[in-house]
């Protein structure tokens, strides 16, 4: 029975994010008629990155917008931005792909990703609170669990036993 909540929300970040790439190319687009891709693109990619956060708490994951949320939003862009920007340059200068169309290959690419963390930071992972966030975990902690310990050179006590 939790699939489908699962699957809505996932459908529904797709639609999030077709209306945000549109709205970003559209930015892109307009920029570019009067600065060079590259800012254009970090431009249009900031101001995508505002509605994106709002359309994101309210609609993918029906959580409400706080400061904290929004503050901590960046850093699930900051791994879309990484993608698509190392995307876009590597497209752009070294595949000769159109640096119309670039930003939106470079964007496909990231999609996997930024779900998995914004879902982290807005909703504080599969089983949020009615606000999003589990009591007891911070919204910080994106990364994988730390690694175990490593034993001693010399292979340890029972190496040394034989």
Known sequence: MRQRPALAQVLRFALVGVVNTATFYGAYLVLHRWLPYYPAYVAAFVLSMVGSFFLNTRFTY?????????????????TNFTVTSVGVFVLVE?????????????????????????????????????????????????????????????????????
Do not use: H, M, Y
């Open 62 to 78: 029906r959580t409400r917008p706080t400061w904290r949320k929004f503050l901590l939003f960046p850093l699930t862009n900051l």
């Open 94 to 162: 070294w595949c000769d792909v159109n640096d119309r169309i670039a930003p939106l290959v470079a964007a496909a690419a990231a999609i996997p990703a930024t779900f998995l963390l914004s879902r982290r930071i807005l909703v504080g992972g599969a089983r949020g609170g009615s606000d999003g966030v589990r009591s007891g975990e911070g919204a910080l902690r994106v990364g994988p669990p730390p690694c175990p310990p490593v034993p001693p050179p010399g292979g340890g006590p029972a190496a040394q036993e034989g």
